[in-house]
Every structure is written in structure tokens, then in C-alpha cells.
């Protein structure tokens, strides 16, 4: 056990820097915990932060017996050490791992440390939300559907596909006997940690209990984590070749090498635009030859590890020709939606002549609504689903829109694919909502408004349109208006993507810049209509819209003179390229 005593319940282990602006809702998230605090320790380890984050763990630790704080006595680059050190000086028999601006749920996280004990499990899983500026999504609903125990981790469907900190909590035992650590890369170092960690586990607990809060905020600088696709891409590469070698269950590294291949590659390489549009796609191809070479040289064929009929296209496309490849992404990208027809109650996707070498594509389940019906002196909602035979429906629930958090589940009656909703209960707190049907254990489908049409004579504009239903009791708001930076800030963060113009009536554009660049700015300027607009250092303008900008204090993470960075994707401004370079390297570590 690492020579310590192991005396607490539970340790939460928060790896700190530069996080004051969110400390104190994290800190407060633990201490409205609904445990005993006798049986808690929550350990803060700071990477020397240069803002006041330090000060105010002091102050936290002096004021409760179960915070502790520990600084490091020199930067590491990364949450890896603080982490590994956490879970070294722990006195808990159970661990997690929270980020330094996220935050805890006051029941659901005690009640799965209560769960995971009575049941003796090695490693638990709760139901985790990515909070974002205009929306609340769930995360890793397959870890996360329901109250199960005496789970074997690895064999739980789709577990590997979430391989973050966010809701799990483990035995400290099973990271120190296998001597299980952070590695400190800039990406994927939480793939690596999770992957040994679940498929070394030998039990699990799982809720559907609300656990744990992600702080996607505009606010929060850590979106600047714009690590680009080539850089993932080789980062993946490595844990790939660490993760094929190591002695994990046969069917533990069929799932993990699966979700590096699908995902990791086919999904979040391939399938995007920024593949289609790049004018050097060899470097793409030459990284998915090395992860097959990779596969190969372990003995293994690589459409072993190919499990989705949409990835399982994607690949075979791949095989026929690299023109066909690029033509089917661009049309599962652009035009999938717009071509679907309905055969033997199942939704099929409508490939073009000449993708037909390849098995159509079918959808699991989708909803339509087919109006309100009068039966038997009561109002019913009417729910058409079109199912293959093995889609087994779980649940009908009406979710926020935008808010996937608040939502209520109803009763209903499936008859011959007609599903039937009272009308009477289709409100929620005075919310607007989706409808949404859970299908086999996890998955879902928000309800659409329109059957799916494949007409190619004309183009039906509403295709994807889902079924948004308005609450007539809400109070209505009252529109907002656009936010804007009144005073130049040193330098701003991009958090959507800008254009910077030669005048300040954005009248002559000269340039794009993407999301998550850090511009340097020296003035501030209005329109004839007040309009307040920022003056970079290279003398063009661009908004001041808080929606599209956010003010960055580069002192928070650097206190040190760069060194001369060559980086092919530089910011806009060139006198300040070293500089910003080396901060964006700090910064993608974080």
C-alpha cells in the first residue's frame, strides 16, 4: 500500500494550475459533499501556478482538516506528476481524479462511494455532464444507463470509448500494485492511465446517478486545447503501440485498440471537414498505414477491431481507392441526411451508385412524430418508429432542450411500432423539450418532426429537423443583446472562429482566424453605431463579441522568457509568434 496507513474512505485527488477564477466552485463542490468528512481527504497538488490559486488552497487547508495542499517545487508541464503524486500520498481506499475546474454532485458522488463498498467493487462509474455555454450533454452514457454491480469493468459494452477522469472513482490498491501512472504527454495521457486501470480492475459498480460536472465554459481557458488532427493523430500513434504490447485481457485490448481505430482515427481524422479540405491528405494517409503496420506487427488484421457498419465503410472505401474514400466522407458529411427511405420499417441511408460496392447503411431506431389522436375520449401523442427487429425500445423521456441534465421519464404503450404519449403529460417544469427514445440498455434518439424522404428532384429543407416542443407557461425573455469588450485586454483567445478586416465597418476582410488562436491587441476602436471592435498588433480589427472572443492573462502561464519555437501553425500576429507559440505548448498540456 505504498508504506502509508490507509485510514480515510475516500481520497479526491485535484491536480492545480492557474485555476483561480474556478477554484472555489471545485473546492465548495467537496465540501457540500454528503459524507462524513472523517472519511474524507481531498488532496490538492499545485504545478508552482503563477496566479493566486496556490494562496487560496492555504487558505482552504488552514480552515478544513481534510483539505490538503502540496505545491511542487517546479513546474512539471502537465497534470501527470501532480496526479501521480496525489494518488502516492492518499490515504483513501478509494480514489478520484478531479480537474481543478470541474465540480462534484452533493448526492450522487457520496452515493456511489457507498455503492462501490457495500458491493466491494474495484472501480465505479456515475453519470458525468459536460457543462458548455449553450448546453448541458451527458458524457459516457454507456458507463452510466443504470444501477448495476458485480460488473467485469472491461466487458462492459463501449467502456473504453470513455476513457477520461470524469465520474469514475477506483481503489487506490490497483494503481499502486500495478504500479499503474500518469505518463506526462501533452494528449492522451488519461487514455493510457484508464485503459491499464479498467482492464485491470475485477469489479464494478455503475449509476445512473448525477456524479460529476465538466466545466466547458467559454470562461475557462483549457479550451485552449487545440491540439490540431496531425498532432492527436501521432500522440495516439504512441499510446497505440504502448497499449498492443501490454498484457491486458484478449478481450480488454479488442475494445481498447478498437476505439483508437474507429474513433481515434476513422471518426476524429477522417470524418471531418478539415480532412476534405487539406492540401496535404498524404500525411494523413501515411499515419492510418503506420497504425496498420502497428496492428499487423502484433499479429493482428485490422478490420478485427472494426465493429461500426458506418467505420466499417469508411474502410473498405479506404481499400477500393483513395478517391472513393474521400468521396464517400464527403458525402457522409454533406449529404447523408438528405437521403434516406424507409424499407421494411427500418430507415435506410441512400448511397449513390457508386458506393455500391457497400453494405447500405441502416439506422438503428428513429422516431417520428405522427400527430395527436383522439382514442377512447383521451388525447394521445403518436410516435411512429422505424427499428431493425433486435432494437429493443427502454424508455420515452422528455429531455430540455439544451439541458440534458433536467429530464422526466413518461409512461407510454407500444403497439405495432406506434408508440402512444397522453397528451396531458408532455410538460416539464415549463421547460421547452425534446422527445427522446432510449433503445437497447443506452443509446437514444431525439424524436424528428418529418418522416425520412429521399427525393431527388427536390430538396426537402427540414430533414433533420427534430420535434421541438415549446412550453406555453414559461415566462418569456426578453431578447439578449450582443456583449462586448469595452477596454483592449494584452491579448485574446478566439473561442469560435473570427475574421480579422482592414477597416473597422468589417467591410474588407482580410482573414480567417480559428478557434482557440491567441491574438495580441493594442487598441480599441467604435463603429458610427458604437460598435466596440479590437485593434491587433498587425493593425487590422476584429470583434470585440465576448461570444466570439475572451480576454487571456499570458502572465497566468508563463514566468519565463520563451524559447525559439518553429511552429507551422502560428497565430496572426508575427512579431509574437516565439512567444505565443511557447505559451500554446504550455497550454495544450493542460
Known sequence: MGGLTINKLISIVVSVYNKEKFLDKCIQSIIGLNIDKSQLE???VDDVSTDNSYSILKKYADEYDYIRCIQLEENSGGPADPRNLGIQEAKGKYITIVDADDWLEPNGYPNLINQMEEHGSDIGFGQAFKNRNKDIVKVANFASYKKANGLVPYEIYKIFRGMGP?????????????????????????????????????????????????????????????????????????????????????????????????????????????????????????????????????????????????????FHAYQHSKEHFEEYIKFMLYNAHAHKYIKDNVVHFNYPDKFNYLPTLTSKCVAVHDGTHYINETFYEVLHVYKKPDTTIEAVELVKINDESTRKALKYEIHDNQIYLKTDDLHLDNYDFNIVIKFNDFEHSTVYASHPIDNKNSKFKNKSAKLDLESI?????????????????????????????????????????AKGNIVEIVSIEETVNKTPRLITSDGY???????????VNLDAFINEQPNQVNDEHSNVNSKSNNKLSNIKNRLLKR
Open 541 to 551: 480589427y476584429i470583434s470585440a463579441n465576448t461570444d466570439i472572443v475572451t480576454p
Open 42 to 44: 481531498a488532496i490538492f
Open 166 to 314: 470524469w465520474g469514475k472513482i477506483f481503489k487506490r490498491s490497483t494503481a499502486i500494485d500495478q504500479n499503474i501512472k500518469f505518463r506526462n504527454l501533452k494528449f492522451a495521457e488519461d487514455k493510457l492511465f484508464f485503459a491499464e486501470l479498467i482492464s485491470k480492475s475485477k469489479s464494478a459498480s455503475m449509476t445512473n446517478e448525477h456524479v460529476y460536472h465538466v466545466n466547458r465554459y467559454s470562461d475557462n481557458i483549457s479550451l485552449v486545447k487545440e491540439t490540431d488532427d496531425i498532432e492527436k493523430a501521432n500522440f495516439n500513434i504512441e499510446v497505440l503501440k504502448d497499449l498492443i504490447k501490454m498484457d491486458l485481457p484478449k478481450y480488454a485490448k479488442k475494445q481498447i485498440v478498437s476505439r483508437i481505430v474507429e474513433m481515434d482515427f476513422i471518426s476524429r481524422v477522417f470524418i471531418k471537414k478539415s480532412f476534405l479540405k487539406s492540401n496535404n491528405k498524404d500525411v494523413y494517409y501515411n499515419m492510418f498505414e503506420e497504425v496498420q503496420n502497428i496492428i499487423k506487427e502484433h499479429g493482428y488484421d485490422i478490420e478485427d477491431f472494426l465493429e461500426n457498419e458506418r467505420y466499417t465503410n469508411a
Open 473 to 513: 407557461n414559461k415566462a418569456k425573455k426578453a431578447p439578449t443583446k450582443p456583449s462586448y469588450l469595452t477596454t483592449p485586454p494584452s491579448y485574446i483567445v478566439t473561442i469560435k472562429k473570427a475574421n480579422l478586416y482592414h477597416d473597422v465597418n468589417f467591410t474588407d476582410q482580410v482573414k480567417s482566424v
